[in-house]
């Protein structure tokens, strides 16, 4: 059986589109994002800890598309803010939104509408198009968190290079091809 459908996420080529679906999307990013916060490798030199994040947000903003994944992340953030301990460590309320990874957080903002957006123009089909969207948002969390970071910490842009960009290269490129392997291989499956 061939499933075709218009839409170029592939969540809503599963489930029907209604407000109750949308919902479920949103509540599921933003469970998954909570969740990806919480597998952390901590890294003693930088404020900037490394987790499944930038994956969870950048590979459902593909799935989901541009407004629900902004959606689903403003509610994280919102989460965070209201005190529960949602953010990377179990931490939240609004001194740790506002710390040293507030340039990171804010980003997830703009990168899940932006890779969103790519999706619904650039196919989430191959390969190159996963990848294209992946680092782009991942360019986006980069610029806005080390900026922030260099401001923060009063060190400059080279410290905020060092430390919150460069030890996140290999394995934001690991993620990266992980979800431009895993969106493919999910559109070929749900179309046989």
Do not use: C
Request: charged share 10%.
């Amino acid at each position: 059986m061939t499933t075709l459908s218009a839409s170029p996420f592939i969540v809503d080529s599963i489930w029907h589109k209604t407000r109750t679906s949308a919902l479920a999307q949103i509540s599921a990013l933003t469970a998954i994002t909570v969740l990806s916060a919480q597998v952390i490798i901590p890294l003693p030199f930088t404020p900037v800890p490394l987790t499944m994040q930038t994956f969870a947000i950048l590979f459902g903003a593909a799935a989901i598309g541009p407004f629900k994944s902004l959606i689903a992340q403003f509610a994280y953030l919102s989460l965070a803010a209201l005190g529960l301990p949602v953010l990377a460590g179990d931490r939240g309320g609004i001194e740790a939104i506002f710390g040293a990874t507030a340039g990171y957080l804010f980003a997830f903002l703009l990168a899940s509408f932006v890779v969103g957006k790519l999706a619904s123009r650039i196919t989430t089909k191959r390969f190159q198009g996963v990848l294209i969207g992946y680092l782009v948002g991942s360019l986006i969390i980069y610029a806005m968190g080390a900026t922030w970071l260099a401001i923060y910490t009063e060190k400059g842009f080279y410290y905020a290079l060092l430390n919150g960009v460069v030890p996140f290269l290999i394995g934001d490129a690991i993620k990266a091809a992980l979800a431009a392997s895993l969106l493919p291989i999910s559109w070929r499956l749900i179309n046989k």
